[in-house]
Nanobody, 126 residues
C-alpha cells in the first residue's frame, strides 16, 4: 500500500527526492510521514504532512533542508532533500496513520502510523 523510491548514493551537499506512492485508502490518511533508520540506530521521525497538505512538520535535524509535499492527483508524497550530509545516510521509510484523527504532537511517533512502506536506501558520501 506504500511504495518508497528515489534513494541512492549522493555526495555531501547534493540533493535527492524521495517518492512515496500510496494506494487511495492509505493516501487519505490523517498524516503521511517519513522516518529513517541508520545502521545501529533507532528509527527516527523525519517529516510529516497532513491529508490536506496544509500542515507539515520536521525533525530539527532536517528543518530548512528537507521539504515534504504531496500530489493528490498522483497519490504520491515527496521528500525533497537538499544540502545532504553524511549523517543523513539511512534507510528512509514512508508511513501512513490511517484515517483516524491524530493529535499533531503524536504525529512524530512511529506508533501513530499503521501502514509502512519497504524503505529506500539513501547514502551520502563525504
Amino acid at each position: 500500500q506504500l511504495q518508497a523510491s528515489g534513494g541512492g548514493l549522493v555526495q555531501a551537499g547534493g540533493s535527492l527526492r524521495l517518492s512515496c506512492a500510496a494506494s487511495w485508502r492509505t493516501f487519505i490518511s490523517y498524516y503521511i510521514g517519513w522516518f529513517r533508520q541508520a545502521p545501529g540506530k533507532e528509527r527516527e521521525f523525519v517529516a510529516r504532512i497532513s491529508w490536506s497538505g496544509g500542515s507539515t512538520g520536521y525533525a530539527d535535524s532536517v528543518k530548512f533542508r528537507f521539504t515534504v509535499s504531496r500530489d493528490n492527483a498522483k497519490n504520491t508524497v515527496y521528500l525533497q532533500m537538499n544540502s545532504l550530509k553524511p549523517e543523513d545516510t539511512a534507510v528512509y521509510y514512508c508511513a501512513a496513520t490511517g484515517p483516524r484523527r491524530i493529535i499533531t504532537s503524536q504525529a512524530m511517533a512511529d506508533g501513530a502510523y499503521a501502514y509502512w512502506g519497504q524503505g529506500t536506501q539513501v547514502t551520502v558520501s563525504s
